[in-house]
């Protein structure tokens, strides 16, 4: 048996340099759950010559990946490099040399996650990738036992704790989008091109993970219909507290005989609804199971910290695996093949903002619009603009297909009594 673990770490940044700190804070921790001292032999940095302030040998850092994945004393390999192609050749080399690998890497797992399972199931190696998704929750360890003789039917959550700060600024502080975004980016929660957090693809990215994992199915990045915080309009936070909802950049995920539909978009929360009350930088999934019924995952979702607390949470399962022999032992295989519904397959209710001509007769040839599409309407009102011009038309639907939506939106874009349809948002929670 092993009388120590050591480990290759991949990158030096605000992630690993907070798992070291970690590994090196709770030794005496680690030994007493693993029996053996977990050590860092070493730490691949672009720099060797920059100052890190550490207690490491200027011995442990390399800049040359060999000199880590070389290396048979090696146990396991920890990557928090980022970016995705680089990244990417350091797991499949890693996993081809027999070493085990954690990972915090969203965009290589949502990207190449089946494939790189696939050639760690190959190679009898563990490929853990816990901090991928929600920062410090665990969700892929509840996904991958807690909920394992569950079958999950459903999933729905905040999963970028930027997109939720500044959604949080801007409802409760009135700070504009540019001033929240700013404050986001100072305190560490939104990085300097924020673009994949507003846009919606970091939080489509750990959909695709969470829902491959949760159907057993490949999700890939081209399943995810994706919407960003660019399709919230001024005034439309004001109108959701109006009608009694909260906006949230959310993730869905759905399966049924027809398939599966996967979503990231601004939605409308009823205020009772538990994600309504979800603040700052705090992420949470709710996760619907045929036997347990709903369950909500709640923690920080975005820091240096919690993404370290993750990795270091799945560096303790890989050491107990290899130190039992059972590393490399659970197949990774998706159970059903790829089907994706269509839009039609695909049913909510919406919420839409439409720019009229102030006119008699609008509002019930708009209103004939929705019968003529087979949809009915929950509420109706009329909101007077503030620049005096025209009028604006709120509609809340009962439930249609997404079809049925995109096409009535078109069909509104046409109307000539229709100046534009400023807005359009699914609604959850009870009509």
Known sequence: MKNQITIGLLGFGVVGSGVAKILQNHQEDLRHKLGVPVTIKKVLVKHIDKQRGTEFASDVFTNNLNDVINDPSIDLIVEVIGGTSEAKDAIERSLRAGKGVVTANKDVMAEYGMELLKLADENKCDLF??????????LIRTL???????????????VN???????????????????????????????????ADVDGIDAARKMVILASLSFSMEVRLEDVLVRGLKEIQDGDLELA???????????????????????????????????????????????????VGETMFYGPGAGSLPTATSVTGDIIAACRNLLLGVNGKRL????????????SNRFSRYFHRIFVKDEVGVLSKLTAIYSEHGASLASVVQHPRKDGEGAELIFITHQMSRQQHLNIVNELNETSEVVSVLSHYRVEGEE
């Open 129 to 138: 990738y816990e901090a991928s998704v929600g920062g410090g929750i665990p």
């Open 144 to 158: 991958e036992d807690g909920l394992a003789s569950d079958r999950i039917r459903a999933l729905t959550g905040i």
């Open 161 to 195: 704790g930027t997109t939720n700060f500044i959604l949080t600024k801007m409802k409760h502080e009135n700070m504009s989008y540019e001033d929240a975004l700013a404050e986001a980016t100072e305190l560490g929660f939104a990085e300097a091109d924020p673009s």
């Open 241 to 291: 507290a109006w009608f009694g909802y909260t906006v949230k950049l959310a993730g869905s995920a759905k399966k049924d005989v027809d398939g599966i539909e996967v979503a990231v978009e601004p939605v409308f929360f009823l205020n009772s609804h538990p994600l309504a009350s979800v603040n700052n930088e705090y992420n949470a999934v709710y996760i619907y199971g045929d036997t």
């Open 332 to 343: 990774h295989a998706p159970q059903f093949e790829r089907k994706v519904k269509s839009d």
